[in-house]
């Protein structure tokens, strides 16, 4: 991929991933004011799949800092959260990816970055968040277990799942207008989603939903 071409397909993408951010605004998943399902993830690690980890860095800066001045009310300590959360769960999937072009490969990526993301996350939210919300550190370590672990898991559950469906028709997309060349029958087979992959996906989506609704009402 010429260097044209790839710049063409970061800005695309930072577009995109800004877009899904506004539409995040409308989804009803929120445990507090900062703990809200962004959906952009999803396609920054659409990204990564297709383009790799350096540009998928590249994209969550740039979508952070598009939030940052223009919707965020969190200021520079929400910016560092949403560049390191989007990061670790793009570039995590994006290397494993990497060494294992397949559906599975996918699939172990994404698990191991949702993994390192919650964990990531609830370290930054033990330092930081005390900071951003004036009040003891005591106060965010009973917030933790009950709120903020299972916010992450949440997001990273719904991310995971909705990359696994709309990856492979972004990817067609992308091909269709010419900016990512098919490398053969073997990639083509490669990344294709089959209905195994998409009945997971919606099973997956499915508990992550069940789980807020009982989450809220507790």
């Known amino acids: 991929m010429n260097k044209t071409r790839k710049i063409t397909l970061i800005g695309m993408f930072s577009a995109l991933a800004y877009v899904f951010t506004l539409v995040g605004h409308f989804i009803p998943i929120s445990f507090t004011d900062f703990l809200r399902y962004d959906p952009k993830d999803?396609?920054?690690?659409?990204?990564?799949?297709?383009?790799?980890?350096?540009?998928?860095?590249v994209i969550?800066?740039?979508?952070?800092?598009?939030?940052?001045?223009?919707?965020?009310?969190?200021?520079?300590?929400?910016?560092?959260?949403n560049v390191l959360s989007s990061a670790s769960f793009a570039c995590v999937a994006s290397l494993v990816y990497g060494k294992i072009r397949s559906i599975g490969g996918a699939a172990v990526g994404l698990t191991l970055?949702?993994?390192?993301?919650?964990?990531?996350?609830?370290?930054?939210?033990?330092?930081?968040?005390?900071?951003?919300?004036g009040v003891?550190?005591?106060?965010?370590?009973?917030?933790?277990?009950?709120?903020?672990?299972?916010?992450?898991?949440?997001k990273c559950g719904l991310n995971s799942a909705l990359t696994m469906l709309i990856y492979k028709p972004c990817i067609t997309a992308l091909r269709k207008i010419g900016l990512i060349k098919s490398q053969g029958n073997e990639e083509k087979?490669?990344?294709k989603i089959n209905p195994v992959a998409i009945i997971l996906s919606i099973g997956v989506m499915a508990v992550m939903i069940v789980l807020f609704v009982t989450l809220k009402k507790s």
Do not use: H
């Not at 999803?42 to 860095?57: E, W």
């Not at 964990?119 to 330092?127: F, Q």
């Not at 003891?136 to 949440?154: D, H, T």
């Open 60 to 81: 969550s800066v740039v979508v952070a800092f598009l939030e940052l001045i223009t919707i965020s009310t969190t200021g520079i300590i929400g910016f560092a959260m």
């Open 189 to 191: 087979t490669k990344v």
């Open 42 to 57: 999803a396609i920054i690690v659409i990204a990564g799949l297709s383009l790799g980890c350096v540009p998928a860095l």
């Open 136 to 154: 003891p550190r005591e106060v965010v370590e009973g917030m933790l277990l009950p709120i903020m672990l299972p916010f992450n898991v949440i």
């Open 113 to 133: 970055s949702s993994a390192l993301t919650v964990a990531l996350m609830l370290l930054w939210n033990y330092l930081i968040t005390p900071l951003y919300m």
